[in-house]
């Protein structure tokens, strides 16, 4: 057969790679005995089975509400649904919520809060443009950006989150480049941050945005607020607004969050909240890939947060979640505390640690420690998983993330004993 | 607020309009009172729904079941599923299903077929590539071209389907023009093709192969068999075996199917059997749009297959379109009979029926037929939304798309009579 494949295959084709991730993925398959604080899978024996049993015994029992969920939905997705996420987004915000120029018309739901970062990059980016992301960053949406041939800048973080002042100097930098114009967002993830776990502080929200407003008076460019693990923040004592809420106009701020966290990943059903100019570019591109995800699952979704049975499921998530997190965070307490240049985030919530090693110790899937850890039963993901490649700077080889979520609370315990050994083995 | 929206908009986004047909889809929700003959939807009253109360009673009452349905999933999706598919697919070629070398690795599921043509579509096609499409074809399809920039060159049909001859013709003006290798699939409905009804017949299936196996030799390139509407073929005598069948190796024919019209298109679920060139690039790319369609639906399809409650749902399905089918052709028969240079085709199942009016007769949305229907209360598709611009064409305006799924057998007897009523004042 004359031609071979990447002949055949679209610029866009050759451009996609499987991620080194899948490699990390089939390990935990082959080793079932190893504990696994790499996978950032939810809590399997936390699913919400009874609520959904529930939800599908009264909807498909009722003809009407059956034959509804059963039928072609609309592209931009069943309207009770988006009405009530507009309702939930104004209620968490607090009193920030007041006023914000939001309703049903600028809710798209999808297949997950993937597909909608997947439309947000096919309606905004063309090879060559540029995104700014935090350093480190969500690997997934890394291989996603470079489907696009985007080119990605870092922005350092501080225990704050997002450093404004970073941003600043960044599109500073681009400015006197002639490169302004090439920025089409900022990613942020803005509660319990994956890789870091850190929540972007309640000031530092309100810098970033001011840093945002003065620039976009030039240049017109986004800021991609992922909240995907907004619910599951079961540690604060205040509200804390979301970026969109400091978006008064709705002209900036595109906001995603996903039920899969919250609720379950086989629904397969995130959303976004977008700007007003958005709206048509996103739907006609959805349009175009599937003319609306699973109008079931979003049937089901709506019953279960009408019926009051999800927020009760959160609270129960909450306290599945948080005694995974204390037990990760006291053995680390115990078992590390005393080494020198060892330091980790204290995350209000969501599924992720992030330690840092002294600069010599390398925690790549190449290098030492991990090997360790693999003979010693624990698997973690390598910090420079969440560093892409950019001029003048060196990925720091020196983190892991660790996720706390699908082992138990003893697992986790001796999931961080087994690293520190490992890792003490390694300093010595 | 400098830089307008179409600066900040992907090349891709510019390209992505809004179809027609949308307005078509409004005048049905204003017109409640008009009959439908345009809507491709499926029939309401027929939906599973104690079928899916059963399935979803099973899979939620069993904790284990209900975790695996309600967990992530895989991007190429439920491996039951899409061993179901395969022995199902063999099953239904008869002898020509004997040695197909297929397995469920060849198998990928989707967010309805829908996303399996735009996978295709990023996959293999950059601005300016070549596919080539039945005259008349799947207008929602050809939406989805535009987007990629393609440029599509139509090959014409007869009542045995698309011609094996036009397309041998076609690949030899593009090979005189240098432009063979630019290529990249031909697009065949094989079974009650939308727009025309028009079911393949064995002997063009041969043909048409034969033809692709000559020129592959020379230059690769796919046939994508769009098999949407296999499962609603109520009304054969034989065993019509797939242009996949003919792919003996597996190299070739890209097949696609939908669970949204033989059970409920609220589940948006398909799948493609892809030849195995194609089964890396299509799942890198599908892992980077949502890594995964809902595990959920594919879990209860699974268990519709396996408990013989799907095949129970199409018998009766079959039972249901039959006599709306057989309603719109009586009418057809009775009230147009005697009309010159009227003709309509008669499908084998599916739900379309296609039309053709004497020349002079303008069907366009905009013309004066649509309007005296209008008037009298009945809707069709165009039969123009069903041809592309293509140089040295001009695509007929005298011909109708008329649906049969959604009327019940009187409405159609109704709707037909009002069209026909138009049609004469038209001809007078």
Same mark, same amino acid.
């Given at each position: 057969?004359? !031609?071979?494949?990447?002949q055949?295959?679209?610029? =866009?084709?050759?451009?996609?790679?499987?991620s080194?991730?899948?490699?990390?993925?089939?390990?935990?398959?082959?080793?079932p005995?190893?504990?696994?604080?790499?996978?950032?899978?939810?809590?399997?024996?936390?699913?919400?089975?009874?609520?959904?049993l529930?939800?599908? @015994?009264?909807?498909?029992?009722?003809?009407?509400?059956?034959?509804?969920? $059963? =039928?072609? !939905?609309?592209t &931009?997705?069943?309207?009770?649904?988006?009405e009530r996420?507009?309702?939930? $987004?104004?209620?968490?915000?607090?009193?920030?919520?007041?006023?914000?120029?939001?309703d049903?018309?600028?809710?798209?739901?999808?297949?997950?809060s &993937?597909q909608?970062?997947? /439309?947000i990059?096919s309606?905004?980016l063309?090879p060559?443009?540029i995104?700014?992301?935090?350093?480190?960053?969500y690997?997934v949406?890394?291989?996603?950006?470079?489907?696009?041939?985007?080119?990605?800048?870092?922005?350092?973080?501080?225990?704050?989150?997002?450093?404004?002042?970073?941003?600043?100097r960044?599109?500073?930098?681009?400015?006197?480049?002639?490169e302004?114009?090439r920025?089409k967002?900022?990613?942020v993830?803005?509660?319990c941050d994956?890789?870091?776990?850190?929540?972007?502080?309640?000031?530092?929200r309100?810098?970033?945005?001011?840093v945002?407003?003065? *620039?976009?008076?030039?240049? &017109?460019?986004?800021?991609?607020?992922?909240a995907? +693990?907004?619910?599951?923040v079961?540690d604060? =004592?205040?509200v804390?607004?979301?970026?969109?809420?400091?978006d008064?106009?709705n002209?900036?701020?595109? +906001?995603?969050?996903?039920?899969?966290?919250?609720?379950?990943?086989?629904?397969k059903?995130?959303?976004?909240?977008l700007?007003?100019?958005?709206?048509?570019?996103? /739907?006609?591109?959805k349009?175009?890939?599937?003319?609306g995800?699973a109008?079931?699952?979003?049937?089901?979704?709506?019953r279960?947060?009408?019926?009051g049975?999800?927020?009760?499921?959160?609270? &129960?998530?909450?306290a599945a979640y948080?005694?995974?997190?204390d037990? /990760?965070?006291?053995?680390?307490?115990r078992?590390?505390?005393? /080494?020198?240049?060892?330091?980790?985030t204290?995350p209000l919530?969501?599924?992720?640690? *992030?330690?840092t090693l002294?600069? @010599?110790?390398?925690?790549?899937?190449?290098?030492?420690?991990?090997k360790?850890?693999?003979d010693?039963?624990?698997?973690?993901?390598?910090?420079?998983?969440? +560093?892409?490649?950019?001029p003048?700077?060196?990925?720091?080889?020196?983190?892991?993330?660790l996720?706390?979520g699908v082992?138990?609370?003893?697992?986790?315990? #001796?999931?961080?004993?087994?690293l520190?050994?490992?890792?003490?083995? #390694?300093m010595?």
């Amino acid at each position: 057969m004359p !031609g071979d494949k990447a002949q055949l295959l679209s610029a =866009q084709a050759l451009r996609t790679e499987s991620s080194p991730i899948n490699y990390l993925m089939a390990l935990a398959f082959e080793r079932p005995d190893a504990i696994s604080l790499a996978a950032g899978f939810v809590d399997n024996e936390s699913l919400p089975v009874t609520e959904m049993l529930a939800c599908c @015994r009264e909807m498909l029992s009722d003809p009407a509400a059956a034959r509804a969920a $059963l =039928q072609y !939905g609309t592209t &931009q997705g069943h309207r009770p649904l988006r009405e009530r996420l507009i309702r939930r $987004l104004v209620d968490r915000e607090g009193p920030a919520g007041e006023g914000m120029a939001l309703d049903a018309d600028h809710v798209v739901l999808t297949s997950g809060s &993937q597909q909608m970062l997947f /439309l947000i990059c096919s309606v905004l980016l063309d090879p060559d443009d540029i995104v700014l992301l935090p350093r480190p960053a969500y690997f997934v949406f890394m291989d996603t950006l470079r489907v696009f041939g985007a080119r990605t800048l870092g922005i350092d973080m501080d225990a704050e989150g997002l450093r404004a002042d970073h941003l600043d100097r960044r599109l500073t930098e681009l400015d006197r480049a002639g490169e302004l114009g090439r920025v089409k967002f900022l990613y942020v993830c803005s509660y319990c941050d994956n890789p870091t776990g850190l929540t972007l502080s309640a000031s530092r929200r309100r810098e970033l945005m001011e840093v945002v407003a003065r *620039w976009r008076r030039r240049q &017109q460019f986004y800021v991609l607020e992922d909240a995907a +693990y907004r619910d599951l923040v079961y540690d604060a =004592q205040t509200v804390i607004p979301s970026l969109k809420s400091l978006d008064r106009g709705n002209a900036s701020v595109i +906001y995603l969050e996903t039920f899969s966290k919250p609720l379950a990943p086989g629904l397969k059903t995130g959303y976004g909240i977008l700007p007003t100019s958005l709206v048509a570019p996103v /739907l006609d591109q959805k349009g175009s890939h599937d003319f609306g995800s699973a109008n079931l699952c979003q049937h089901l979704i709506c019953r279960l947060l009408d019926s009051g049975r999800a927020d009760e499921h959160l609270r &129960q998530l909450h306290a599945a979640y948080r005694p995974k997190r204390d037990a /990760l965070l006291g053995a680390l307490d115990r078992e590390m505390s005393g /080494l020198a240049g060892v330091s980790w985030t204290r995350p209000l919530g969501g599924l992720y640690v *992030w330690l840092t090693l002294p600069t @010599r110790i390398n925690t790549d899937l190449d290098g030492p420690l991990f090997k360790r850890c693999l003979d010693k039963g624990v698997l973690y993901v390598p910090g420079s998983a969440c +560093y892409q490649g950019e001029p003048g700077f060196d990925a720091p080889r020196n983190h892991i993330r660790l996720s706390f979520g699908v082992p138990t609370p003893d697992e986790n315990r #001796e999931g961080v004993r087994r690293l520190a050994q490992a890792l003490r083995e #390694e300093m010595a």
